[in-house]
């Protein structure tokens, strides 16, 4: 299974972007029971969850996000989405699709990561 992470950019503050994660190789009994997540990495700061879905569709957000990102997932895609508005430049950072295969037990599988930069 391999995370393919797209959609980063550079935005003002006060704007929107959406990240996408695809599972490619993925067999679609496998991504639906998964849970699925966002993380991101700022300069000199460790990796912090931004926000996760298990297989039901509930989410969970950091709470320096709540009420400003949405994450999705679309199984049948085999996809999941970071839908990130009223950015500010604290959310700049490396963000990274993460999949917990409940088929995979035993691994954390990570996309390459997508730059995100907000200016002020």
């Known amino acids: 299974v391999q995370l393919q992470a797209s959609g980063g950019g550079s935005v003002q503050a006060g704007g929107s972007l959406r990240l996408s994660c695809a599972a490619s190789?993925?067999?679609?009994?496998?991504?639906?029971?998964?849970?699925m997540g966002w993380y991101r990495q700022a300069p000199g700061k460790e990796r912090e969850l931004v926000a996760s879905?298990?297989?039901?569709?509930?989410?969970n957000y950091a709470d320096s996000v709540k009420g400003r990102f949405t994450i999705s997932r679309d199984n049948a895609r085999k996809t999941v989405y970071l839908q990130m508005s009223d950015l500010t430049p604290e959310d700049t950072a490396v963000y990274y699709c993460?999949?917990?295969?409940?088929?995979?037990?035993?691994?954390?599988?990570w996309g390459q990561g997508t730059q995100v930069t907000v200016s002020s």
């Open positions: 190789r993925a067999i679609l009994s496998t991504f639906r029971d998964s849970t």
């Open positions: 879905m298990i297989r039901s569709g509930i989410p």
């Open positions: 993460n999949a917990r295969f409940a088929a995979y037990p035993a691994t954390n599988f």
